[in-house]
């Protein structure tokens, strides 16, 4: 898949899926905003990049600050003059208790993140994908479908409302010529699997899928690529599912 003379937005690029995504478009041609919140891993990425002659756009933001969220796609239209993909992949995940006191703080937070910033960016990229007739993918997640293990409300439900999201934008969009997309991974190897604590979990999860594995952050990428590629170009509002056979347990 060629994506030559195509400008992509990615969030959460820092590691994981975003960064796997990034390198992904980057050695297909594509010339590519990485927005992050930790530079020294933007770097890593960027550099990446790099090996492929790429000279990305390298963003240090939090996405769940407007102010900051609101320079992203400015900036990438001021550094490369249109925009024709977005990949929203910024996400947090944070085990909750709807009986403990700080529940609302970690929901608020997770939705946040999870849902309202990806409106937002989408928001402010939408004209600009219309006049390139472009596309989104938002990553979302098996946990928006299914519900196998309890204190996980904040993020399962960011996920759902993601995925009816994308739904009702691509329904909106259609008109315009801009597809909307989402891909739904189930446990992948990320940092935020790390930082969730999931990793202790490893055969517990590995043991939850029907092919007994947990997933690369490549292999979303692949299916991120896809949904943005001309291959896809009948596919619009429609969620793909890469779990190993999560769901299907």
Do not use: W
């Not at 989402?182 to 604590?197: H, L």
Request: hydrophobic share 45%.
């Amino acid at each position: 898949m060629s994506f030559a003379n195509k400008v992509v937005i990615v969030t959460g690029a820092s590691d994981g899926i975003g960064a796997a995504t990034v390198i992904q478009f980057a050695k297909e041609g594509a010339d590519v905003t990485l927005v992050g919140r930790t530079e020294e891993k933007l770097a890593k990425v960027s550099a990446e990049c790099a090996k492929y002659g790429k000279n990305p756009l390298v963003i240090k933001a939090d996405v769940s600050k407007d102010e900051e969220a609101k320079t992203i796609v400015a900036r990438t239209i001021q550094t490369f003059g249109k925009l024709d993909i977005l990949v929203n992949n910024a996400g947090i995940f944070f085990f909750d208790d709807i009986m403990k006191p700080n529940f609302m703080e970690t929901f608020d937070s997770t939705m946040n993140t999870n849902m309202r910033a990806i409106a937002l960016i989408t928001h402010l990229a939408v004209p600009h994908l219309v006049e390139t007739k472009g596309n989104v993918v938002n990553v979302s997640s098996v946990a928006a479908s299914i519900v196998k293990y309890p204190n996980i409300v904040s993020y399962r439900t960011s996920k759902a409302a993601l995925n009816h999201f994308t739904r009702c934008l691509a329904l909106e969009l259609a008109p315009h010529g801009v597809r909307v997309n989402s891909v739904s991974p189930g446990p992948v190897y990320t940092d935020i699997f790390n930082k969730a604590g999931l990793a202790e979990m490893v055969q517990d999860l590995e043991a939850s899928t029907a092919l007994k594995r947990v997933g690369e952050p490549d292999e979303i990428a692949d299916l991120i690529l896809f949904l943005a590629s001309e291959k896809a170009r009948s596919v619009t509002g429609s969620d793909y599912v890469s779990d190993n056979g999560t769901i299907i347990l």
